[in-house]
């Protein structure tokens, strides 16, 4: 299962996509909720590794389920 990234929690701060093995992270289109930058994950090609979850410093931005209810690209 996919890990997600909680669109509006997401503060771009983007250590997770030069961690990410498989380039599955993606920039958001505008600005969540915040106000700040955004990123996504593409379930589709994301291997459940966790290295996102681990090096992410803002606390609840990033879940180890597939929510993608959560998340959104643009």
Same mark, same amino acid.
């Given at each position: 299962?996919?890990?997600? &990234?909680?669109?509006?929690? %997401?503060?771009?701060?983007?250590? /997770?996509?030069?961690? $990410? =093995? #498989? ?17 996504? &994950?593409?379930?589709?090609? %994301?291997?459940?590794?966790?290295? /996102?979850?681990?090096? $992410? =410093? #803002? ?16």
């Amino acid at each position: 299962m996919a890990h997600t &990234i909680v669109t509006n929690v %997401c503060e771009g701060v983007a250590d /997770c996509v030069d961690a $990410c =093995p #498989v380039a599955c992270i993606h920039p958001g289109q505008g600005a969540n909720s915040k106000g700040t930058a955004f990123y996504w &994950i593409n379930f589709d090609t %994301c291997i459940d590794c966790g290295i /996102c979850l681990q090096v $992410c =410093p #803002v606390d609840g931005a990033i879940l180890s389920e597939e929510k993608p209810e959560l998340q959104r690209a643009g």
